[in-house]
């Protein structure tokens, strides 16, 4: 039996409504103002909120941004009910993330229709989310072993040959191996983090409140072109191609975190120099473009074909046996799916064996 809580001060709509939702087999629940109904909410935790505009203290859009912000409670559907032309009302309810509304007097076959469709919504939303979590389980749970043996074979190999041959080995030649130990471990360290982002991305994008996790998403404006010249010149720097780069970037503020804004900028640009050898031209872009604006990234280097991008995801390593590149794709589907919950969109386009342009539209 499903829980509906009804938030009406009103009191024979009210009555009213827990009326027909008991007999048509709901476990219905009353509150008589928005400040009882949050409480109500938290102690009886129900599957659907059926609640009123229009009430004092605490009307109903209060109500629908509190609990938006409380994860527990973030994902419930919400019905308002509203008077007989109360337009603006219902657009600012749906703008907030209202699942439905309902005008009074509720007619009782349309009242129990929008709770059933909601209900069938969530049911759908649900099992989708478990089945992205299952194949999620799945992927890593065959993937992450194989990423993770390069690097450990590197600190093993190293920490064994330190122990074995320690007597003959000089200070240089320790130190290298300390050095190769350091640096099989950072390259550890960056695709256990890449997994656990990527993990939470794809929970993420399946998950049934999506639009609201992006309109969240955009709430954070930052500035952003120091940010792209700066990681583009530490990535080149880690590659030891400085002369390689270049950065021509219109200044602009985008709805996107800090952090975020940067771990998507590392990803690309690290595509680029890894896929792309020295000497071969790194080229960043960023400008307005109608209503968006695009940030694109150039590399000359072996490029992609079109059946390699089609298939980009999170575990396909392309030509991995050629090039040893372990945890290129897992990057680009990071920055993909980053794009994807600010309400932007990455596109690869790419010639093999000359170069690939990878784009990063913003909605503006």
């Given at each position: 039996?499903?829980?509906?809580?009804?938030?009406?001060?009103?009191?024979?709509?009210?009555?009213?409504?827990?009326?027909?939702?008991?007999?048509?087999?709901?476990?219905?629940?009353?509150?008589?103002?928005?400040?009882?109904?949050?409480?109500?909410?938290?102690?009886?935790?129900?599957?659907?909120?059926?609640?009123?505009?229009?009430?004092?203290?605490?009307?109903g859009?209060?109500?629908?941004?509190?609990?938006?912000?409380?994860?527990?409670?973030?994902?419930?559907?919400?019905?308002?009910?509203?008077?007989?032309?109360?337009r603006?009302?219902?657009?600012?309810?749906?703008?907030?993330?209202?699942?439905?509304?309902?005008t009074?007097?509720?007619?009782?076959?349309?009242?129990?229709?929008?709770?059933?469709?909601?209900?069938?919504?969530?049911?759908?939303?649900?099992?989708?989310?478990?089945?992205?979590?299952?194949?999620?389980?799945s992927?890593?749970?065959?993937?992450?072993?194989?990423?993770?043996?390069?690097p450990?074979?590197?600190?093993?190999?190293?920490?064994?040959?330190?122990i074995?041959?320690?007597?003959?080995?000089?200070?240089?030649?320790?130190?290298?191996?300390?050095?190769?130990?350091?640096?099989?471990?950072?390259?550890?360290?960056?695709?256990?983090?890449?997994?656990?982002?990527?993990?939470?991305?794809?929970?993420?994008?399946?998950?049934?409140?999506?639009?609201?996790?992006?309109?969240?998403?955009?709430?954070?404006?930052?500035?952003?072109a120091?940010?792209?010249?700066?990681?583009?010149?530490?990535?080149?720097?880690?590659?030891?191609?400085?002369?390689?780069?270049?950065?021509?970037?219109?200044?602009?503020?985008?709805?996107?975190?800090?952090?975020?804004?940067?771990?998507?900028?590392?990803?690309?640009?690290?595509?680029?120099?890894?896929?792309?050898?020295?000497?071969?031209?790194?080229?960043?872009?960023?400008?307005?473009?109608?209503?968006?604006?695009?940030?694109?990234?150039?590399?000359?280097?072996?490029?992609?074909?079109?059946?390699?991008?089609?298939?980009?995801g999170?575990?396909?390593?392309?030509?991995?046996?050629?090039?040893?590149?372990?945890?290129?794709?897992?990057?680009?589907?990071?920055?993909?799916?980053?794009?994807?919950?600010?309400?932007?969109?990455?596109?690869?386009?790419?010639?093999?064996?000359?170069?690939?342009?990878?784009?990063?539209?913003?909605p503006?």
């Open positions: 039996m499903k829980n509906i809580l009804v938030i009406e001060d009103e009191p024979q709509i009210r009555e009213n409504l827990q009326e027909i939702l008991t007999l048509c087999d709901f476990n219905a629940s009353t509150a008589p103002n928005g400040l009882r109904g949050i409480e109500a909410v938290q102690t009886f935790m129900p599957d659907l909120i059926l609640c009123d505009v229009n009430m004092p203290e605490l009307d859009h209060d109500v629908l941004r509190l609990l938006r912000t409380d994860e527990v409670t973030a994902n419930i559907p919400f019905i308002f009910l509203t008077s007989n032309g109360a603006p009302d219902v657009r600012s309810g749906m703008e907030m993330g209202a699942s439905d509304y309902l009074k007097p509720v007619n009782p076959d349309e009242l129990i229709k929008a709770i059933n469709t909601q209900m069938a919504k969530r049911s759908i939303a649900e099992r989708h989310s478990e089945e992205k979590l299952n194949q999620l389980r992927n890593i749970n065959l993937a992450l072993p194989h990423e993770l043996y390069t450990l074979n590197g600190i093993i190999g190293s920490a064994d040959l330190l074995r041959e320690n007597d003959d080995l000089d200070c240089n030649e320790r130190l290298e191996l300390a050095e190769q130990i350091r640096h099989s471990a950072l390259r550890l360290y960056h695709l256990t983090r890449n997994f656990l982002l990527y993990a939470e991305l794809e929970m993420m994008a399946s998950s049934p409140d999506r639009h609201e996790i992006i309109r969240q998403n955009r709430r954070t404006r930052i500035a952003i120091n940010p792209i010249t700066q990681r583009a010149q530490i990535q080149a720097k880690k590659s030891q191609r400085l002369a390689d780069l270049h950065v021509e970037v219109e200044p602009i503020e985008l709805a996107i975190s800090e952090v975020k804004f940067i771990k998507l900028i590392d990803e690309v640009i690290d595509n680029a120099f890894k896929f792309s050898q020295a000497g071969q031209p790194v080229q960043v872009f960023g400008r307005t473009v109608g209503k968006t604006y695009q940030i694109d990234i150039l590399d000359m280097g072996r490029g992609l074909t079109s059946q390699q991008i089609a298939n980009l999170g575990y396909m390593q392309f030509d991995r046996d050629r090039y040893e590149q372990q945890g290129g794709g897992l990057g680009l589907t990071i920055a993909k799916r980053l794009m994807e919950l600010h309400g932007g969109k990455l596109t690869v386009n790419s010639i093999p064996d000359q170069e690939t342009a990878i784009g990063l539209s913003f503006l």
